[in-house]
């Protein structure tokens, strides 16, 4: 049991670790799906006020995991003592530029702010500068900074910032995965952990987390997946495990709350019979539940970003396209406006479509199924499939043209992956 709970850690927030899947023919009829990428799913408008509620959420609440992080992991120690914002941006943690006062923006312009000094970072924890990370920050007798308590939010892995003022430092981009994030090395450095359990978690590197190492010991990280473009999805994580039956709240609510409860260690309750798996962190108070609806619906407000100007090649593009309804048949699966079949009464495919280097992830879900990716704003979060074997989308038509047979020539390899870029 303690090494489930020391091993439950960071958010893999709320939502569907992405990855490339393809399925055959034989897996897919003709359902007179929409061509991909056209066509509406009528979806009803947002309530602004819950997305406003959704976003403090999804920012700032903690779900109470300071009795984790803070009690039993004793991160404030560590970071009041090791982590400078240097360090801090090394392990990829993000800095809300517009968090920080014009003072303190002109002394950091001025090299007038220590970034080598830890008591830096509790200043910055103070002005909630600090993107995903919750901290109570006091002052000792001396006027030196102590950091009572510290917790994290589902900004951690699933924001980032636009670089806009120094690397590492800017506007929040919420929904997008932090691939800088090195969750494993920060969680290595809680004193609570033995060695062994150091080994695995430094193993990871940046970028990736396993979601379900403190559910059942296995050592089979993915990629941290944006949490975009998920409105209208009847199956909302890579496996397709939450649905309405299983969470009342909707597809991404199941997931937030699986992360919520298992992974950051809020107080709250997940259970799911198809898992086996029953977690209770109530600690006289569910902190999780009641924030569900608003935290899902800040998430459907995410779109996912068009792809910068000059990225691509229009023209090679325009030909990629119609590969990608003909000779590639990428099509076959990633059909409709939001490019995947999963509209489709929420459908699924078998372990054998993914054509993923590591075919064992999905044998731990729920479904034992992959659901096919939506493709909108694939040109921004590599390394691609759920295991980050191809760092490229040059990389992903490649192993699909290998894995399916598709004689694909070069030109035509090349056209494909400026229309991916293009999406």
């Known amino acids: 049991m303690r090494k489930k709970i020391i091993a439950s850690t960071l958010l893999l927030?709320?939502?569907?670790?992405?990855g490339l899947y393809s399925c055959s023919n034989d897996d897919?009829?003709?359902?007179?799906?929409?061509?991909p990428g056209e066509g509406s799913l009528n979806l009803p408008p947002l309530d602004a006020q819950l997305v406003q509620q959704g976003q403090e959420i999804f920012r700032y609440d903690t779900f109470g995991n300071e009795t984790f992080w803070?009690?039993?992991l004793q991160m404030n120690q560590v970071i009041e003592t090791a982590v400078s914002p240097a360090t801090a941006l090394s392990v990829g943690l993000k800095v809300d530029a517009e968090a920080l006062p014009s003072a303190v923006v002109e002394a950091i312009q001025n090299g007038q702010v220590d970034l080598d000094d830890p008591q830096t970072t509790l200043a910055l924890l103070q002005l909630n500068a600090v993107v995903g990370v919750q901290g109570e920050v006091s002052e000792n007798s001396d006027g030196t900074l102590k950091l009572d308590r510290m917790g994290i939010t589902c900004a951690?892995?699933?924001?980032?910032?636009?670089?806009s003022f120094a690397p590492g430092i800017g506007s929040r981009l919420d929904g997008w995965p932090n691939k800088d994030l090195d969750p494993g090395l920060i969680i290595s450095l809680s004193p609570a952990l033995t060695q062994a359990q150091k080994d695995v978690y430094t193993s990871w590197g940046p970028g990736i987390y396993d979601p379900r190492f403190s559910i059942d010991g296995l050592n089979n990280p993915v990629v941290i997946p944006p949490a975009y473009g998920l409105y209208g999805l009847p199956k909302a994580i890579f496996t397709g495990d939450g649905d309405v039956e299983h969470e009342p709240a909707g597809p991404v609510a199941y997931w937030n709350r699986y992360v919520a409860v298992t992974q950051m260690r809020g107080h709250g309750y997940f259970a799911?019979?198809?898992?086996?798996?029953?977690?209770?962190?109530?600690?006289g108070d569910d902190l999780v539940?009641?924030?569900?609806?608003?935290?899902?619906e800040y998430q459907f407000s995410l779109s996912p970003p068009t792809p910068p100007a000059g990225s691509f090649d229009i023209a090679a593009a325009e030909r990629g396209k119609e590969l990608?309804?003909?000779k590639a048949e990428c099509a076959t699966c990633h059909s409709g406006p939001l490019f995947t079949d999963v509209i489709d009464g929420g459908k699924l495919?078998?372990?054998?479509?993914?054509v993923a280097v590591d075919k064992d992830y999905v044998k731990r879900s729920a479904t034992k199924k992959w659901r096919v990716t939506p493709l909108k704003g694939i040109w921004q979060h590599a390394p691609y499939f759920h295991d980050g074997s191809a760092a490229t989308l040059a990389d992903v038509v490649a192993r699909y043209n290998k894995e399916k047979n598709l004689n694909l020539s070069t030109a035509e390899k090349a056209d494909l992956t400026e229309y991916l870029k293009s999406i």
């Open 272 to 283: 799911d019979p198809r898992l086996n798996l029953e977690v209770d962190h109530r600690e």
């Open 28 to 35: 897919d009829e003709d359902t007179g799906r929409l061509p």
């Open 349 to 354: 495919h078998p372990q054998s479509a993914s």
């Open 289 to 296: 539940t009641d924030k569900l609806p608003a935290l899902q």
């Open 13 to 18: 927030a709320a939502i569907a670790v992405l």
């Open 324 to 326: 990608f309804s003909g």
């Open 156 to 163: 951690l892995c699933h924001s980032t910032v636009d670089d």
């Open 70 to 72: 803070t009690d039993v």
